[in-house]
């Protein structure tokens, strides 16, 4: 008991879903170079692609920033949240780049899990594959592949890219 005769409300927060664990493998630090097709945005062109995933502290929130050229555009940068809605059971992504201002409909991507893989859905449409504990699956390289959909002009979802990440590194 406080001095004043009332309890203090000390209650910890839940744990983080154990949900968030199949995101484990993206950690760290991954860089890729690839192709789009021809699609709703042109010709297909070459991708470079850095991107970093690091754990928030308390586990509830993997943290994405990214480094992307297509072609010889300007490069596109930004952070992406990802999290856990316990109450949905799905995956939610909220992003924030230099393309623009933030929009309710173009900066969320929801995610949900089905027949062995976990698949993205937003502005584009994107695609992990699970291994058999569940988690996002690394080729037996080491390497992480993202399937990549846009949609046509019908609204119909199109093969776009596939990347292929290799995990970079670090020193010390």
């Known amino acids: 008991m406080a001095e004043n005769g009332n ?31 021809d699609s709703i945005l042109g010709p297909g062109v070459p991708v470079t692609n850095t991107e970093e995933f690091n754990w928030l502290e308390g586990g509830y929130f993997l943290v994405q920033t990214y480094d992307t050229n297509f072609g010889d555009e ?27 201002p933030f929009t309710e409909k173009g900066n969320r991507y929801e995610g949900k899990l089905a027949n062995g893989k976990l698949t993205f859905t937003g502005p584009a449409r994107f695609q992990y594959e699970l291994d058999a504990d569940g988690k996002i699956k690394a080729n037996h390289d080491g390497t992480i592949t993202v399937a990549w959909w ?23």
């Open 74 to 100: 300007p490069a596109q940068k930004g952070v992406n949240y990802w999290f856990y809605d316990t109450e949905t059971k799905k995956f939610r992504i909220i992003f924030f780049s230099n393309n623009g």
């Open 150 to 172: 846009l949609r046509d002009c019908d609204g119909n979802w199109k093969p776009w890219m596939n990347n292929t990440f290799t995990k970079i590194e670090k020193n010390g």
């Open 7 to 37: 309890t203090q409300n000390l209650q910890q927060p839940p744990a983080p879903d154990p949900e968030l664990r199949r995101l484990d493998p993206l950690v760290g630090t991954w860089k890729a170079k690839d192709r789009t097709q």
